[in-house]
């Protein structure tokens, strides 16, 4: 099982990837979408695995300890919504935009990074 330190190494580099992507040029621009979805989900599982040794293995049983946990409770709205943007972006094919992706999806992101970050120190 992964350690919260290696789930915040994983999130960080996915926010890394999606940052070096010229949102105005880059033909694609849907993937930044799923790197902030995994991004979050790896700061999720980070607060898992530091506060019950307990890795999800599976989005379901993820969504479901987003739900049930009441220190996960307050970003179940972004994490489920980052999860839909990835899901329109590599399933629905839904085109993305630099102002979609400005206004809808990093504020997502760093609402969970900001719920979840305090909760690892």
Known sequence: MPTASEHRTQAALNIQLAESFDLTT??????????????????????????????????????????????????????????????????????FTRLKIERDVIPLYKTVETHILPQLE
């Open 26 to 95: 880059t033909p694609h621009i849907g993937w930044v979408a799923t790197f902030y979805f995994y991004a979050a989900l790896h700061l999720v599982d980070a607060l898992l695995a530091k506060r019950e040794k307990i890795d999800p293995g599976s989005h379901e049983a993820r969504k479901q300890f987003v739900v049930g946990r009441s220190y996960l409770r307050g970003i179940r709205y972004e994490y489920k919504t980052l999860k839909d943007r990835s899901e329109d972006a590599r399933y629905r094919l839904i085109t």
